[in-house]
């Protein structure tokens, strides 16, 4: 396919390398100026200076950047790939946002003769690195169907969620669950420190009990070594988060679990660590029980 890729951050820039290696023709424009051609002179395509432009003869167009706002200004707005795209183009919005978002996106792209799935993806860098995400899809079975070779080409598991927006609930809450996850492992190895535990051991136990967890492999280090190198930003997993909750709520439910998280997410934004990995919620954690590891 002619695949437009529109954002080549921490994970765009390593999904796009996947879909390129699959024998994709990749069209590439990304916010930061010089960025979409660097990306091509290292692996391949052609960079772009608007999303109409990359989109221009696309059969496919994948969207990675950070929130909804940005998302609707790339594909809908005067200079969005929309404005372009052939007839008939089938969108991929692969970033993280509100359901209800995506759902008002693809009323908009259909309205205008194009396709739209949600296809959130987990499993932060090192997935994207080898092409292992898994991929959450939202939409019509056909239009899945019809993007099957792109998500297999970033991902491992495909897991159809529904209609769209479907995807993004499951994203959401999957995020909530692993930020959740991080701070019940962060609070038990401040808990241990307090009373001498021996954390490796402690980790060692955890990871091989009923409290192991694909978090707790993950930031049990880092969490350590107070080594917050982004994986995932600390600002990012706050915006999930607060979207998670906001469409709990309006489904007339509560999820205290992810609250507490997201109340300790924006204390680690506030005290500096916004674009550090989420992993910086221990500092809050320390800060707030008096013992540090």
Not at 138 to 156: C, H, K, S, V, Y
Not at 257 to 285: H, K, P, T
């Amino acid at each position: 396919m002619r695949v437009a890729f529109l954002g080549l951050g921490i994970m765009g820039s390593r999904m796009a390398v996947h879909v390129a290696r699959s024998g994709h023709d990749l069209r590439l424009w990304t916010r930061t100026d010089g960025k979409a051609q660097a990306w091509a002179d290292r692996n391949a395509g052609e960079a772009f200076a608007t999303p109409a432009q990359a989109a221009a003869d696309a059969d496919a167009v994948i969207s990675m950047v950070i929130d909804g706002p940005q998302v609707q200004e790339i594909l809908l707005g005067a200079d969005g790939a929309a404005s372009k795209a052939p007839l008939g183009t089938l969108f991929l919005d692969m970033s993280t946002i509100a359901p209800d978002a995506a759902v008002m996106i693809a009323a908009e792209l259909n309205a205008r003769g194009h396709r739209f799935i949600d296809a959130p993806v987990t499993g932060s860098s090192p997935a994207a690195d080898s092409g292992t995400l898994t991929i959450m899809a939202g939409g019509e079975a056909t239009d899945i169907d019809r993007a099957q070779p792109l998500l297999e080409a970033m991902g491992r598991t495909i897991v159809r969620c529904g209609p769209v927006g479907h995807g993004q609930l499951v994203k959401l809450l999957n995020n909530a669950v692993a930020v959740a996850n991080a701070l019940t492992a962060a609070q038990a190895l401040v808990a241990g420190r307090a009373m001498g535990a021996d954390l490796n051991a402690l980790v060692d136990v955890l990871r091989a009990g009923s409290g192991g967890s694909a978090v707790l492999d993950l930031k049990s280090r880092p969490f350590l070594e107070h080594d917050y190198s982004t994986l995932f930003k600390t600002a990012h997993m706050l915006k999930d988060v607060r979207h998670c909750l906001d469409a709990v709520a309006a489904a007339g439910a509560s999820f205290p679990a992810a609250a507490a998280a997201g109340e300790v997410l924006a204390d680690a934004v506030d005290r500096g660590f916004a674009d550090d990995d989420y992993a910086s919620i221990l500092e809050v954690v320390e800060a707030r029980e008096g013992f540090r590891l």
